[in-house]
Nanobody, 125 residues
Framework: QVQLVESGGGLAQPGGSLRLSCAASGFTFSRHPMSWVRQFPGNRLEWVSGIYPDGGDTYYADSVKGRFTISRDNVKDTLYLQMNNLKPEDTAMYYC??????????????????WGQGTQVTVSM
């Protein structure tokens, strides 16, 4: 079955960096757009970043543009999110999501077929 397993979260200081990973299995990773979505305390969801199957096109929310970088390794079936210059407002649970083949509406949750279990990111002194 499909599995998406995030890792790499933790505690970081403001201005610090973290690298999230999402190991995928149970489906043809290279055929699906993938995305990072975060959930804030209070359960508000925010799309963070998305990447097309070949990795050539990447997209970012304005709140993270210039600080976060999404990438993927279609040999290792792994999605990444490099987060630099972290801010306290980045504190959230981060989920990787698998969109349907051909999907492109990053913030339309119906586009998503599967989710990981999440990894917590906390940015604090």
């Amino acid at each position: 079955q499909v599995q998406l397993v995030e890792s790499g979260g933790g505690l970081a200081q403001p201005g610090g960096s973290l690298r999230l990973s999402c190991a995928a299995s149970g489906f043809t990773f290279s055929r699906h757009p993938m995305s990072w979505v975060r959930q804030f305390p209070g359960n508000r969801l925010e799309w963070v970043s998305g990447i097309y199957p070949d990795g050539g096109d990447t997209y970012y929310a304005d709140s993270v543009k210039g600080r976060f970088t999404i990438s993927r390794d279609n040999v290792k079936d792994t999605l990444y999110l490099q987060m630099n210059n972290l801010k306290p407002e980045d504190t959230a649970m981060y989920y990787c999501g698998k969109l349907r083949r051909g999907g492109s509406y990053w913030s339309l949750w119906d586009e998503y077929e599967d989710w990981g279990q999440g990894t917590q990111v906390t940015v604090s002194m």
